[in-house]
């Protein structure tokens, strides 16, 4: 029986332990991605566990499983998180469902004001039903999708002859998708320092949202609507026009051309790699990543330029970032409050921005210097002016799974049309708001 | 033809014949070696040679894989670390060469922490009942006992998805989701079938005379069972409990959805290990090491009772 | 048994329990006993098995989502299996299922019989090398799944390094492309199980009485009439055995997979389970996703009993 006891003790002893890990009082959790400006978070968090002597801990899950994890987590009504910095699109679930405190009481008790936010990002991180003032986060981390090219490469004489012999005009920073996608054409297989290096590191990602992301910054650059009439849910003609079908092609065109080979399951992280490691010309990515980028040992300094999605019809560029929030399962909402009353200060902000978040205070953000204060600063604020977002609907997980099943399908497993592709999309779309009562 | 009456039977061929199957096995056995041999290196690998190309096969072994494991680190300026003065620890100075500083433990030994709670936790009880059941089953009339076996035998036919719906759903009623508790009794029930299938044959094995004997010389039933039949069952116990072990070290599928922070075991875990600006893969094979290790060991210790296990006893020696 | 024997061993009994209570359990009839012994075991399987189960088909007909607490749960008939069994998109999971399942037991039984019958021939470290074989399958299959991706990667793989060795074919794309990736996920399958199949061979080989070759070569059977006659009779049961428990767990198949392509490229590798968790726990549309767990335990169940027929079949 010396198994069956020794079991026992085991069982015993560890329950003990895990037990008495609880017992600590005064601290709170905060649950983010795990990426560059979480650690940045982390940095900052310290000042505030000084003044209130309340300890920070933090949940930070790979982006690939966030959404996934985190949304299992507010469903099961789960109390690990007590604030959470939730992606846009779920402040309509968090709000619909309960997940989320709402804020606006506390907000004026507090002398909060949303006014003193940049008005696109209360917008699409704190607001729900959209436009209203009803508050269920503080935008904490502006974000968009930008580009990063080699600043070093663009600039060689002979490479940039090359470019001038091929395609009759000058190597500089594309100002349009066409125009992107020729550079990335160009740089496709060229030798450089001995290496083969290949067009741009673009996201083709299948599980969490990945693709999505990628895709819809072409079809925001060619005008893409979701709705005919908007809060009408009338997506035909809107999702699967002409010109969002000639964004998606140019998409797959793209994909196809001129990414390094085996980049078919591609986010952040492997586009980062991608990048850093020498393989690629440009990159899409987060503007999150690029303080990272501009101090990188490799790649950091004059190495890289910035610059946001570029138009093809018209400005667009997808939404990124996020709000924070209080989670309503949490039993130490005090604290959490006071965690976000002192994250709201115009000097933590300060603090913020300078360790590498995107503060989306206007005493920051909109401060004379902020455009030049950083090589991407003044991108990044061209880009938010054009911002758009994913469907923020509380059924938008199921939304989004829709759209990367269907769009990957087609430009990565290359089965069907870009308008078959779309066609279905709206099916699949229809039958989710017609399941949640919208239509 | 030589008259030997060993000679006929297949199981001892001739000298060349044995020689030539021996290499076959061997080569298969190195190959499908490869992939773990592969892990354990990439382990001590410096992240540069883990993505190198062609893959190095011959590289200076590193502990920056494992440090990486342990640690949380941030990326700092080198005029920041040089701020800090000379690294204390010889994993410090690690990091520091990649512009690095440890910010603090990473989760990994949590997570590790929970996979011996839960695994443990859950054999214990799973073996407990298990043990029972089996011989109740073995030694008593009991109502539909053929039905109740064949159900406890049909509740792995569930693909772990679908039993995790309604758990899900009942575990957030009564508050058990994200805790070992709960994680424990799912892995129990589900352990159950195999602990009692398995042990009943054990059970069946112990001829009835010994507990007979028993009660003749005075012990009650509850005795005999204790006192004879428990020490008969040793080796199959351990067997067992070896068995549900493993299944609980290795699920991943309820672990993944019905845990998030404070009840997560390893597997849901390793694959997510990253590194600053890309997938960490020495720490990830580091990860991979720890984790597969204990299993390999058990794997070479009870290789003679496997094939009782993984059949549900239909396969006895 | 006379008076006396009983009466010398409730004395017996007597000394050996010391306080009352422990007393009245250790003389608690059979019955009692059998009833004490097996109802946790039956309790904890009603509440974590049968229960969930008989509320999964109950949820299967109505519109519940989970991540919506609030809403009223409506019944809606068959409308959820309507919708799965009409669906497209359904029998391509289906599809990559057969084929992921249809493969890796081909695979597995010609290369674990095969090893098997090498193994039989009783060379000197048979068993050593055969304890080293059955390390794969007893890890972690995510785990696996995890460390497969890295042996898959296109340019710094081992796995595409070594197959180039053989045949100049370029840069693998295991995971990305269409093409590969099905056969990606069943070569690794097919590596951590191929020992599993082996060892119920090797069950059913040694099971093989020595007289009955010994017969055959007194009426000069050839090698080939052996194993045709003799050896796969005997050692169908085992092997048909054996792929039932592997196709029953790849028909499940998750874990491995998920980690290794997460259902792509496209919907490429998105087995039925994946799929599933897509619909479960992603969208959360938990009435449909019950519908289809259900669908998907009456086709194993249902796969599975035709199967034990034909096993039986077999065996007599």
């Known amino acids: 029986m010396r198994v069956l006891k020794t079991c026992a003790v085991a069982a015993v002893l560890t329950a003990g332990v895990v037990n008495g890990a609880y017992a600590q009082e005064k601290e709170i959790t905060l649950c983010w991605a795990a990426w560059d400006p979480a650690n940045a978070l982390v940095e900052l968090s310290k000042d505030f566990t000084a003044e209130s002597g309340i300890k920070m801990n933090f949940e930070f899950v790979p982006w690939t499983n966030f959404a996934d994890r985190m949304l299992n987590e507010l469903n099961s009504g789960g109390k690990l998180c007590d604030l959470m910095i939730g992606d846009s699109q779920w402040i309509g679930g968090g709000a619909v469902y309960g997940h989320y405190v709402k804020l606006n009481e506390f907000f004026d008790k507090e002398g909060i004001s949303m006014d003193d936010f940049l008005p696109a990002t209360v917008n699409a991180y704190s607001t729900w039903p959209k436009g209203t003032p009803n508050y269920y986060a503080l935008p904490a981390m502006g974000d968009a999708l930008g580009w990063v090219y080699r600043k070093d490469w663009f600039a060689r004489p002979e490479i940039q002859a090359a470019f001038k012999e091929k395609y009759g005009r000058d190597l500089e920073v594309p100002k349009n998708w066409d125009e992107l996608m020729e550079t990335a054409e160009f740089f496709q297989g060229r030798e450089i320092d001995g290496k083969k290096v290949y067009g741009a590191a673009i996201y083709t990602e299948r599980g969490s949202e990945g693709i999505t992301m990628g895709v819809t910054a072409a079809l925001y650059a060619w005008g893409f609507k979701y709705e005919n009439t908007p809060g009408k849910y009338d997506m035909d003609g809107a999702v699967n026009s002409p010109a969002a079908v000639e964004a998606l092609e140019a998409y797959k065109k793209f994909y196809e051309c001129c990414t390094p080979p085996g980049h078919s399951d591609a986010y952040m992280v492997a586009n980062l790699d991608a990048y850093k490691s020498g393989q690629v010309a440009m990159q899409m990515n987060w503007f999150a990543f690029f303080p990272g980028i501009a101090k990188d040992e490799a790649v950091g300094g004059d190495v890289s330029g910035f610059f946001a999605n570029p138009r093809e019809t018209v400005e667009g560029s997808t939404l990124g970032g996020q709000g924070i929030s209080v989670v309503a399962y949490s039993d130490k909402q005090e604290e959490a409050l006071q965690y976000i009353k002192w994250f709201a200060q115009p000097e933590v902000q300060a603090k913020w921005w300078k360790l590498g978040g995107y503060s989306c205070h206007k005493a920051v953000a909109g401060a004379p210097d902020f455009p030049t204060s950083t090589p991407f600063a003044g991108e990044f604020l061209k880009a938010m002016g054009s911002v758009k977002d994913f469907w923020q609907e509380p059924t938008y997980a199921e939304l989004l799974l829709a759209m990367q099943k269907r769009v990957h399908d087609y430009v990565v497993a290359d089965k069907g049309t870009a308008q078959e592709a779309l066609d279905k999309l709206i099916e699949d779309w229809t039958i989710t708001f017609e399941d949640d009562g919208k239509i | 033809m030589s008259v030997s009456t060993k000679a006929y039977s297949v199981s001892e061929s001739g000298k060349r014949t044995k020689w030539l199957a021996g290499g076959m096995v061997v080569v298969y056995a190195l190959v499908s070696m490869i992939p773990l041999v592969w892990i354990v290196l990439t382990g001590f690998k410096s992240p540069p040679d883990s993505i190198a190309y062609p893959p190095k096969v011959v590289f200076e072994p590193t502990m920056e894989g494992y440090v990486n494991l342990f640690t949380s680190r941030s990326r700092q300026t080198p005029e920041y670390i040089e701020s800090l003065g000379p690294p204390q620890t010889w994993y410090d100075a690690l990091v520091r060469e990649r512009n690095m500083v440890i910010t603090g433990p990473s989760r990994f030994l949590g997570r590790y922490w929970n996979s011996i709670v839960i695994g443990f936790g859950s054999t214990f009880l799973a073996v407990f009942l298990g043990t029972l059941a089996a011989y109740a089953f073995s030694r008593f009339r009991i109502p539909l006992k053929d039905d109740l076996l064949f159900f406890i035998l049909s509740t792995r036919m569930m693909p772990p998805i679908a039993v995790a719906i309604p758990i899900f759903l009942m575990y957030r009623e009564l508050g058990l989701s994200d805790t070992a508790l709960g994680i424990i009794l799912l892995y129990t029930a589900v352990n159950l079938s195999l602990s009692v299938w398995l042990l009943k044959g054990f059970v069946d094995e112990i001829p009835r005379e010994y507990e007979e004997a028993a009660v003749i010389d005075g012990y009650s039933r509850l005795q005999a069972f204790v006192k004879v039949v428990l020490p008969q069952m040793r080796a199959g116990i351990a067997a067992t409990a070896i068995f549900c072990l493993i299944f609980a070290w290795n699920e991943y599928a309820f672990a993944l959805l019905l845990t998030s922070g404070q009840a997560q075991t390893a597997p849901p875990f390793i694959p997510i290990i990253i590194g600053e600006g890309g997938l960490d893969w020495p720490a990830v094979a580091a990860g991979t090491t720890l984790f597969l290790l204990p299993v390999v060991i058990f794997t070479v210790l009870l290789r003679d009772q496997l094939l009782r296990g993984i059949t549900f006893g239909a396969v006895r020696k | ?316």
């Open chain 3, 1 to 316: 048994m006379s008076t006396q024997t009983i009466e010398r061993a409730a004395e017996r009994v007597a000394q050996a329990t010391p306080s009352g209570l422990s007393r009245r359990i250790a003389g608690l009839s059979d019955g009692a006993i059998a009833w004490l012994f097996v109802s946790p075991t039956i309790v904890l399987l009603l509440a974590i098995n049968i229960f969930p189960l008989l509320w999964t088909i109950y949820l299967s007909f109505t519109n519940y989502r989970a991540n919506q607490p609030g809403r009223a749960i409506r019944w809606i008939g068959t409308r959820n299996y309507e919708r799965l069994l009409g669906s497209e998109d359904i029998w391509g999971y289906m599809q990559a299922t057969a084929h992921f399942v249809c493969w890796t037991m081909a695979l597995q039984v010609l290369l674990g019989l095969g090893l098997a019958l090498l193994i039989n021939r009783n060379f000197k470290g048979a068993s050593f090398w055969t304890t080293v074989i059955l390390i794969p399958m007893m890890l972690s299959p995510a785990v696996v799944g995890t460390f497969w991706t890295y042996l898959y990667q296109p340019q710094t793989g081992i796995f595409s390094y070594i197959v180039n060795l053989f045949a100049d074919v370029g840069p693998l794309n295991m995971i990305g492309s269409v093409e590969l990736a099905p056969w990606a996920i069943v070569i690794a399958d097919t590596w951590m199980w191929t020992p599993y199949i082996m060892l119920l061979c090797l069950a059913g080989l040694r099971s093989i009485p020595d007289y009955l070759y010994e017969a055959a070569e007194v009426d000069r059977a050839n090698t080939w009439q052996k194993f045709w006659y003799i050896t796969l009779p005997r050692v169908l049961p085992f092997l048909m055995l054996a792929v039932l428990f592997r196709g029953i767990e790849n028909f499940k198949m998750f874990d491995m997979v998920v980690e290794l392509t997460s259902g792509g490229p496209g919907s490429t590798t998105e087995l039925a389970s994946i799929n599933l968790k897509r619909e479960a726990f992603e969208k959360w549309r938990t009435g449909y996703s019950s519908a289809f767990a259900i669908i998907l335990f009456v086709t194993v169940f249902g796969l599975g009993n035709i199967y034990v027929k034909a096993l039986n079949r077999v065996k007599s």
